[in-house]
Every structure is written in structure tokens, then in C-alpha cells.
């Protein structure tokens, strides 16, 4: 179910918004290869209505699984919005769309949470990546054998009659 509330609770007083929402509700499962959202996404909101606007601001977090960029590794990270702030227009040419007197926060949530994954997650700062059962993989090679591989490679292209 979507996050909703009716513009006519905000004509009294704010409005408190606290709950869980599911990847599922979000769109947000298997979106992204290496970040995936485990479990509930969690919200307190205040929902405020100003002259021509509804300023909905507060937290929100969920837990991650992200896989390591180096080494494939999964591990969990939290990813927390503590100051989220949406500024909802009523009026003009960004006016949002108003249902039955309810706006849905669900779009706005969910674009925010996609921005906010991290872009290249590390299980550790120091991770050294995929390593070889014999460690040659894992051993840079020298600059000596690099050069001697690649004159190797010319001198096979030169031979070629073309």
C-alpha cells in the first residue's frame, strides 16, 4: 500500500507520519545489481501545509545489502535520510497530483532512496579484492614482465604479411 495522507487532515493541524513500507510497494527489489534493499523501509515524517505548498520533512532508513565492488562479498548497510525533506507545490506548473484529496509520497520516497545507494560500496576500506587460491592472480605484475609480454605481442603482429 502506498504512503497517502488527505490534504484535509493538514487544514487543523500537522501531521504525524510513521510506519514501515516494503521494497515490494517501493518498486525498489532488484532494481540496482550490486545494492538491494533487505527488509522494511522505515518513516517518521511531519507532514506541515504552508500557503501554496505541503512541506513533509523527517527520517527515513532501511537496511541494505550491498556486494562488494572489489570482491563480490554481500554485507549489510544501514542507509539512513535523518533530515528528508519534500516540498509538495499545490499550485503551478510543478503541482503535485491530487487524488481523491490525497497525496502519495510512495514516488518521492522511493526516488530519494535510489539517489541516496551508495555508488561504489566497500565490505572494508582496505578490501584487496578477489584473491587466487595460488595468490598469482592477487600480485600485480612487474613493470619488466608487462613490457616484455607486450614486445612479445608486436613482434608476433610484425611478422604478419598483410
Not at 520533512?57 to 563480490?72: A, E, F, M
Not at 481523491?100 to 526516488?111: A, K, V
Not at 592477487?138 to 613490457?147: F, G, H
Amino acid at each position: 500500500m502506498p504512503l497517502t495522507f488527505n490534504l484535509r487532515h493538514l487544514e487543523q493541524r500537522d501531521l504525524d507520519l510513521e510506519g514501515e513500507l516494503s521494497p515490494e510497494e517501493l518498486e525498489i527489489k532488484g532494481i540496482d545489481e550490486i545494492v538491494d534493499v533487505e527488509g522494511p523501509i522505515h518513516y517518521d515524517l511531519t507532514a506541515e501545509r504552508l500557503s501554496q505548498s505541503v512541506l513533509v520533512r523527517g527520517r527515513i532508513s532501511c537496511t541494505l545489502t550491498c556486494h562488494c565492488v572489489r570482491c563480490l562479498k554481500p554485507f549489510p548497510q544501514e542507509l539512513e535520510l535523518e533530515e528528508w525533506t519534500c516540498d509538495l507545490p499545490l499550485e503551478g506548473e510543478d503541482k503535485v497530483t491530487v487524488e481523491n484529496d490525497s497525496i502519495d509520497l510512495t514516488p518521492y520516497i522511493r526516488e530519494d532512496i535510489l539517489l541516496a545507494f551508495p555508488q561504489h560500496p566497500l565490505c572494508e576500506q582496505d578490501c584487496r579484492g578477489m584473491v587466487s587460491p595460488d595468490n598469482n592472480l592477487s600480485k600485480p605484475a612487474s613493470v619488466k614482465e608487462q613490457s616484455r609480454g607486450s614486445a612479445a605481442a608486436w613482434a608476433a603482429l610484425n611478422k604478419l604479411k598483410f
